[in-house]
Structure formats: C-alpha cells, structure tokens
C-alpha cells in the first residue's frame, strides 16, 4: 500500500512540507509507503480547457510533472494535497496540477481516499481547503478528515512545530488516512470493489 503526498509549495522544506511530514511519519509507522512530490518552484502550465486529454489519460502538456504523476497515482492508494495560503486561497501552483491531473487522469484517483492540508501564518485556511477538496468530491473520493480541520499556523517549519494542535491534527489525520487504506484493502481482498458507478446525464440548467 502507498500514499502519495503532493507539496504544493515553492519551498522544498517549508510550512507545507513540515506538515506533510508529519503525515508521512504516522504512515510509514503504520506500514505504509509514502512518497513526497514536491512541485517546486517552475512555472506549472494552467489548464486551457482545450480538452485534448479526453479518452488519453494524460495531458497535452508534457514539459511539467503532470503527466508522470498521472501515472504515478494508478498504483497509489491514497493521496494527501498539501498547500500554503496565499491571499486566502490555495497557491496557484497546485490548483493548475490538480486540474490537469484530474481532467486528465481521474479515473487513476476515482474511489480511492484522500486528504488535503493547508498551512498558513494566519487566516485564509477554510477557503483554501474548500478549493482543492472540490477535485476529492467530484471524483468519488472518500475524503479524510482529523480530529480538527486540516491545518496548521506558522511563518516558519519552526513555528508549525510549535503548533501542538495542528501537528496533532496532522497525526491523527494520517492515522484516519491509514485505517481507510487498509480497510479498502481488506474489502478488495473479501471481494468487495469499487462501485461502477454511470455518468451518463448532463444537464444544463439554463435549458
């Protein structure tokens, strides 16, 4: 079994990554894989909508990480998006990843669960998590929730490790994640799958 954590952050170490850390340490104690993707500090290329990914399973776009995290997710079985605050949203970075990754690729993250995380120096956090939780639901994804919302504060690794109760929420974050994942495993191996779920209805409610 294996959670891959994305790090929507310019910073290889920062805030965002203290964090996910902390996620990553309860999951290998737990006797599950981790790997930590970072999306560092090039440019990431938005979605255009231009929908040439329909039917192919990865993006038009080949020059950035998307494509082989596409791939990345079919054998991962949980995911948890971690993001900095940036004027009360999520960083721009990790909403274009999303986007293309779950435009391109979602059926690799359909029904598997999944969290995400914010960091911030103070407020902006609940509008943050709200953004990128909409790629978790829309995709059928069970998503995974702590013993607190899924943030921590501080302007430096040092002072998110000062914050007792989001480190805390970390943990116990990746305890739910971790009992998730194996309970899903034992339903495969009792011969219970994913449902196959239809989307066959469009409507447009302007009509």
Same mark, same amino acid.
């Given at each position: ?135 978790? +639901?829309? +995709? ?6 702590? +013993? ?7 302007? +430096? ?51």
């Amino acid at each position: 079994m294996k959670v891959l954590l994305f790090n929507g952050s310019p910073r290889a170490n920062g805030c965002t990554f203290t964090a996910l850390s902390e996620i990553a340490g309860v999951l290998g104690a737990q006797g599950i894989e981790t790997e930590l993707l970072q999306i560092g500090n090039k440019p990431v290329q938005d979605c255009i909508g231009c929908g040439g990914c329909a039917g192919k399973g990865k993006c038009v776009f080949a020059d950035d990480c998307v494509n082989e995290w596409i791939e990345k997710a079919k054998a991962a079985d949980g995911f948890v998006f971690g993001t900095p605050v940036y004027y009360a949203h999520p960083s721009g970075r990790i909403l274009s990843t999303m986007d293309r990754m779950f435009y391109a690729g979602g059926a690799n993250f359909a029904h598997k669960p999944a969290a995400v995380i914010a960091s911030a120096r103070r407020a902006g956090t609940t509008a943050t998590l709200d953004a990128i939780s909409k790629h978790l +639901s829309i +995709s059928q994804m069970p998503v995974i929730s702590s +013993s607190y919302w899924n943030m921590v504060h501080g302007n +430096s690794p040092e002072e998110v490790r000062k914050d007792a109760e989001g480190m805390e929420t970390m943990r116990n974050l990746g305890l739910n994640l971790a009992w998730i994942v194996k309970s899903i495993e034992a339903g495969k191996q009792a011969g219970v799958p994913a449902p196959q779920t239809k989307k066959t209805e469009w409507t447009n409610f302007i009509r």
